[in-house]
T-cell receptor, first 115, second 112 residues
Framework: DAGITQSPRHKVTETGTPVTLRCHQT?????MYWYRQDPGHGLRLIHY???????DKGEVSDGYSVSRSKTEDFLLTLESATSSQTSVYFC??????????????FGEGSRLTVL | GDSVTQMEGPVTLSEEAFLTINCTYT??????LFWYVQYPGEGLQLLLK?????DKGSNKGFEATYRKETTSFHLEKGSVQVSDSAVYFC???????????FGKGTTLSVSS
């Protein structure tokens, strides 16, 4: 199994509070991703990183920011959580992407509830 | 933009039945295609993939063929088991080649 650890695994918070989710990998993979999973929507890309300090937006990036100061850590921050951000968040990593590969290895998910 | 459409679930089958989960895609060019599986309480894991037209991906008795003429990548298995109960996601590499775009997922429930 790929060495991916997400923390916290479960969190309940209140609207308007900041929240940070952490993804830690031991594989030294270049690419890291944050997806959210919601019923009826499947998995949607929030942000991704293609190297230290190199990040880009996905399709549902509003209300989220990310940082990657080290290869092994990718942080997802909700500056002011809203109820619409209640979801299960998955981190994924990949050694390389492109049209000839693209396997992602996923963490176990972080369930966030915003009351 | 690039997108993936999967058949609505849930799909409920008896053990040893034949399985088909439909997947069609919209994309520029011919992206690599994937099926991922998510077992209860876990993250997704790669089930199979195909990188070019007419390729057949296979794993654990599951198969899918990359059909560019119908822009499809349907998942099939000849005889399902209770242990195959999971959520199945079809996915493709986005046009920029930087991330995967997933379908909404299809829940499969197999009973003995």
């Amino acid at each position: 199994d790929a060495g991916i650890t997400q923390s916290p695994r479960h969190k309940v918070t209140e609207t308007g509070t900041p929240v940070t989710l952490r993804c830690h990998q031991t594989e030294n993979h270049r690419y890291m991703y944050w997806y959210r999973q919601d019923p009826g929507h499947g998995l949607r890309l929030i942000h991704y990183s293609y190297g230290v300090k190199d990040t880009d937006k996905g399709e549902v990036s509003d209300g989220y920011s990310v940082s990657r100061s080290k290869t092994e850590d990718f942080l997802l921050t909700l500056e002011s959580a809203t109820s619409s951000q209640t979801s299960v968040y998955f981190c994924a990593i990949s050694e390389k992407v492109g049209h000839n590969t693209g396997e992602l290895f996923f963490g176990e998910g972080s369930r966030l509830t915003v009351l | 933009g690039d997108s993936v459409t999967q058949m609505e679930g849930p799909v409920t089958l008896s053990e040893e039945a034949f399985l088909t989960i439909n997947c069609t895609y919209t994309a520029t060019g011919y992206p690599s295609l994937f099926w991922y599986v998510q077992y209860p309480g876990e993250g997704l894991q790669l089930l199979l993939k195909a990188t070019k037209a007419d390729d057949k991906g296979s794993n654990k008795g599951f198969e899918a063929t990359y059909r560019k003429e119908t822009t499809s990548f349907h998942l099939e298995k000849g005889s399902v088991q209770v242990s195959d109960s999971a959520v199945y996601f079809c996915a493709l590499v986005n046009q920029a080649g930087t991330a995967l775009i997933f379908g909404k997922g299809t829940t499969l429930s197999v009973s003995s």
